[in-house]
C-alpha cells in the first residue's frame, strides 16, 4: 500500500513538473511572436506571399517574430471559437464572415482613420461605429470562359443578359463541348445562385436612404417564398443545372472544377478571381477570360465586388497590451510595395491601396498575364456592383452561402417543389439571425 | 465474517484499525481521484453546463450568454428540420440495431464454426473497426464518387456503366451509403462480442445436443440464441446509441447534403451550434436528444433483462 501510495505521489509530482517545464519553455518567444492566421493550405502564390510579409515584418521589427497558423481550407470559425473558449485568439487574424462576431464578443481592435488614409485605402462602412479590419485588394467574382471553346461557338463577348448566357451555353453544348464545370457537393455549388441573388433582388448601387432587400427581409416585409424575383431565379437554377450539369456533379467540389477548367475539360466557371492565381501553378497553357455575371432582369451585367466591406478578405487584430504595436506593425507590413504585390499576384486581386506604388496583379506566366488584363479591362468595361454585401450590418447571415448551396443540391437532388425551395432558404435564414 | 464490537477492543487495536481506515481511504482518493476529477470535468460539469446553455441564447463568439429561460425548448417543438432529423437517424439506428444484433450474430456464429484459418479471417473482420472513422468515412467516399469511385469503375470495367450511381449524391441511395460505411466499420466489432458470448456457452450443452442428434440450426436456436440474450441487450443499446450519435461520417462524407437530406440529430446540432452559431438552442437539442435516449435505452435493457436466460 505505502508502495503504491508513494508511486502515486511521485507520479503526481512528476506531471506538476513536466506541466509547469512545458508552461516555462517557450514562453518568453511567445511574447515576442505576433500569431497571425491565414488559408494557405497548398496554394502556392498564398505561401510566397506570407513568407514576403513575414520576411518585412521580421526586418523592420528585430527581435519579433511572425507566426503562421495556417488553417487551410478552413474558414477559421471554429478555431476562432476554440481560441476564444482558452482566452488566446492570435494577435493578427483573417476575418472572412467573421468580422460582427468577433466585434460584438469584444475581441477586436479598432483601427483608426489614419491607417487606411497612410496607405490610400478606401473607408470601409463601419460598423456600429467602428472600423476593424484592414481591406487588402479589389476582389471580384464573374465568369471565367476558356476562350477557345466559346469563340468555337461564335460568342467572343460576354452575354448582357442570363438569355444570351444560356443560350451560348446551349451553342457550345452543340459543338461537343462540356458547356460549364460546376461540382454540387461543397460550397462552390452555391455560386450560380448567388450571382443571381446578389445582381437581381439587389440594387446595382445601393441607395442609402433606400432600404435593401436584406433590411426588408429582416423586416418581415419579403420573403423568398413571397418574391416574385426569387422565384424567377430559382425557376431559372432549376433549368440551369437540368441543362449543362451532368449526372455525378453531387459527387465533385472545387477541387474538381478547378482541375476540370485548368484541364481544357469545361467551357465555363462561375467562381471568383482568385482563380488566376492558380494558372501560373497548374500551367495552364490557353487562355482564360473573365466576364461580368450577366442579368436576369434587363440589367448591365457587372461584376460582384466582394471585398469593400469589413468582411471577406480582410485582416484584423485581437491583441491586447504591449502586443498590439506590433500587432499594427505586421497590419502595415501588408502594405510594403514587395508583399503587397505578393498578394495580388497571389489571389488575384486589384490595386486598393491607392498610395502603395504597385499596379494589378502580374505574372511572367503569359496565360495568367492574359486573364489579369481581361480582368482589369473587364473590370473597368463594365464595373461592379457589391449585390448583397452592403455592410456588416445590411448583409444575409454569414450561413447563407451554405444555405444557398444546399438548396442548389436539392436541386441537383431532384428537388422541383420551389415553394419548398424558397422556404428552405426562408427557413434558414430565420435560424442564422437568431445566432447573431 | 464475524463481527466484533468496537467498544470491545483494545485501544491499540483500535488505534491500529482506526490508522488502517485513513490509508485505505487516502488510497483510494490516490487510485480513484483523477479518474473521478476527470469524469467530473470531462463528462459531468459539461453535462450540467449543456443544461444550463440551453436556456440561453449563447452565440459562442460572447463571452456570457443571454438567458432565455424556456424558449429554446418551445421553439423545438415546432422545428421541422429538427424532426426531419429525427426521422432519418431513427431510419439509420434501426438499419444498424437490426444488422448489428442479428447480421453480427449470424457472422459470429458462422466465425465460431470455422475449423481453419480461425484468427486470420476473425481478424479480417475485425480490421475496418481498428481504422479511425475519419479513415473509413474518407475510404468510403472514395469508393463512391461518380466520375472516379472503385465501385463505378468497376462497373464501367465490366461493362455496366449504365448501373453508374452517385452513390453519396442520390437521395434515394445515400441513407444506405451512410448504413454501409457504419455497418462496415462495426461489424468486427459486433460480431466479436457476439463470439465472446459464445465462448460462455458451457461444452456440456453442445455434448448433449450432439447425443440428442441436434442439427446447427436446432443448436442455435435452442441453445446459442438464448445464451446470447444478454449480448443481445448489450450490442442492441450499443448498436442505438451508434445510430443515434451518427455524426462524424455525415461531417467527413454528405456533411449533411445533399441538400438537407443526411442531416441527423447530431449533424443538426453541430449545424446549429457551430455553423449558425447558436450554440444555446443547440444545447436544448442536445439535451433533448439525450434525455430520449437514456429513456429508450432504459426500456431496452428492461425488455431484454427480462428474457435472458440464467444458468
Known amino acids: 500500500m505505502k508502495q503504491l501510495m508513494r508511486l502515486g505521489v511521485v507520479g503526481l509530482t512528476g506531471l506538476v513538473m513536466a506541466t509547469a517545464l512545458a508552461g516555462c519553455a517557450g514562453k518568453e518567444d511567445a511574447a515576442k511572436t505576433i500569431q497571425v492566421t491565414r488559408n494557405i493550405g497548398g496554394r502556392e502564390g498564398f505561401r510566397r506571399h506570407f513568407e514576403a510579409w513575414k520576411a518585412q515584418f521580421e526586418k523592420t521589427n528585430p527581435g519579433w517574430k511572425m507566426e503562421l497558423i495556417d488553417l487551410g481550407n478552413a474558414e477559421g470559425e471554429q478555431f476562432y471559437k476554440s481560441r476564444i473558449a482558452t482566452g488566446d485568439l492570435p494577435e493578427v487574424i483573417m476575418a472572412w464572415q467573421l468580422t460582427n462576431f468577433l466585434a460584438d464578443g469584444g475581441h477586436l481592435v479598432p483601427l483608426a482613420d489614419e491607417f487606411y488614409e497612410k496607405f490610400g485605402l478606401p473607408l470601409p462602412p463601419p460598423y456600429k461605429g467602428k472600423r476593424y479590419t484592414s481591406q487588402s485588394g479589389v476582389q471580384i467574382q464573374g465568369i471565367a470562359v476558356n476562350k477557345r471553346m466559346w469563340a468555337d461557338a461564335g460568342v467572343t463577348t460576354p452575354p448582357a443578359t442570363w438569355d444570351d448566357f444560356i443560350a451560348a451555353l446551349h451553342k457550345i453544348k452543340a459543338k461537343g463541348h462540356s458547356p460549364l464545370v460546376y461540382g454540387g457537393r461543397e460550397w462552390s455549388a452555391h455560386m450560380p445562385l448567388f450571382y443571381a441573388i446578389a445582381t437581381t433582388l439587389y440594387d446595382l448601387q445601393p441607395d442609402p436612404a433606400k432600404p435593401s432587400w436584406t433590411k426588408l427581409k429582416d423586416a418581415g416585409k419579403v420573403s423568398f417564398a413571397t418574391d416574385p424575383t426569387a422565384r424567377k431565379v430559382l425557376g431559372r437554377m432549376i433549368e440551369f443545372l437540368d441543362s449543362f450539369v451532368a449526372k455525378g456533379a453531387l459527387s465533385d467540389g472545387y477541387n474538381e472544377e478547378q482541375r476540370d477548367f485548368y484541364g481544357g475539360k469545361g467551357a465555363t466557371w462561375m467562381m471568383g478571381c482568385w482563380i488566376g492565381g492558380d494558372i501560373e501553378p497548374n500551367k495552364v497553357d490557353f487562355e482564360i477570360e473573365y466576364w461580368p455575371v450577366p442579368s436576369m432582369t434587363g440589367r448591365p451585367p457587372k461584376f460582384i465586388y466582394t471585398s469593400g466591406f469589413q468582411n471577406g478578405w480582410a485582416i484584423t487584430t485581437t491583441a491586447k497590451g504591449e502586443k498590439l504595436e506590433k500587432a499594427r506593425a505586421v497590419l502595415e507590413a501588408f502594405y510594403d510595395p514587395g508583399v503587397y504585390q505578393q498578394f495580388l499576384n497571389g489571389e488575384s486581386q486589384f490595386k486598393e491601396a491607392q498610395k502603395v506604388p504597385v499596379a494589378g496583379p502580374t505574372s511572367a506566366w503569359l496565360p495568367a498575364q492574359k486573364l489579369y488584363d481581361s480582368m482589369a479591362t473587364n473590370l473597368e468595361k463594365y464595373g461592379t456592383t457589391v449585390g448583397f454585401h452592403i455592410g456588416l450590418d445590411d448583409m444575409p447571415p454569414p450561413s447563407f452561402t451554405m444555405t444557398m448551396a444546399r438548396v442548389m443540391q436539392e436541386i441537383l437532388s431532384g428537388n422541383r417543389d420551389v415553394d419548398r425551395l424558397l422556404k428552405m432558404m426562408d427557413d434558414d435564414w430565420a435560424s442564422a439571425r437568431k445566432g447573431m | ?311
Open chain 2, 1 to 311: 465474517m464475524t463481527s466484533v464490537p468496537e467498544a470491545g477492543l483494545q485501544p491499540e487495536h483500535r488505534r491500529a484499525k482506526r490508522v488502517a481506515a485513513v490509508r485505505e481511504g487516502l488510497a483510494s482518493l490516490v487510485l480513484c481521484g483523477p479518474a473521478v476529477l476527470v469524469y467530473v470535468g470531462f463528462i459531468v460539469l459539461p453535462a450540467i453546463l449543456g443544461f444550463a446553455y440551453s436556456l440561453t441564447d449563447w452565440t459562442g463568439w460572447t463571452r456570457w450568454p443571454n438567458y432565455v429561460g424556456l424558449a429554446n425548448f418551445r421553439e423545438l417543438f415546432h422545428d421541422t428540420r429538427f424532426l426531419a432529423a429525427i426521422r432519418f437517424t431513427l431510419f439509420e439506428t434501426m438499419l444498424l440495431v437490426l444488422f448489428f444484433t442479428v447480421g453480427a450474430m449470424i457472422l459470429a456464429v458462422l466465425l465460431d464454426r470455422l475449423r481453419r484459418l480461425k484468427g486470420l479471417i476473425r481478424a479480417l473482420f475485425f480490421y475496418p473497426y481498428i481504422l479511425s472513422i475519419l479513415v473509413s468515412a474518407l475510404l468510403f467516399q472514395y469508393l463512391a464518387n461518380y466520375r472516379e469511385g472503385a465501385l463505378n469503375t468497376m462497373l464501367r470495367a465490366l461493362g455496366l456503366g449504365a448501373a453508374a450511381q452517385d452513390w453519396m449524391g442520390d437521395p434515394a441511395l445515400v441513407p444506405y451509403f451512410i448504413f454501409a460505411l457504419v455497418a462496415w466499420s462495426g461489424l468486427g466489432f459486433f460480431s466479436t462480442l457476439y463470439l465472446a458470448g459464445l465462448q460462455t456457452v458451457p461444452n456440456e450443452l453442445y455434448e448433449a445436443a450432439a447425443i440428442d442428434g441436434a442439427g446447427p440450426l436446432s443448436v442455435f436456436v435452442r441453445i446459442q440464441f438464448p445464451m446470447l440474450i444478454p449480448v443481445i441487450t448489450t450490442a442492441s443499446v450499443l448498436a442505438l446509441i451508434t445510430g443515434v450519435n451518427l455524426f462524424s461520417q455525415i461531417v467527413v462524407t454528405t456533411q449533411g447534403g445533399p441538400g438537407y437530406r443526411t442531416f441527423t440529430v447530431g449533424y443538426y446540432i453541430y449545424w446549429l451550434g457551430v455553423l449558425n452559431n447558436r450554440q444555446g438552442y443547440a444545447s436544448a437539442v442536445s439535451f433533448v436528444t439525450f434525455a430520449a435516449l437514456v429513456g429508450v435505452a432504459a426500456l431496452q435493457v428492461a425488455l431484454l433483462r427480462r428474457k435472458a436466460v440464467q444458468l
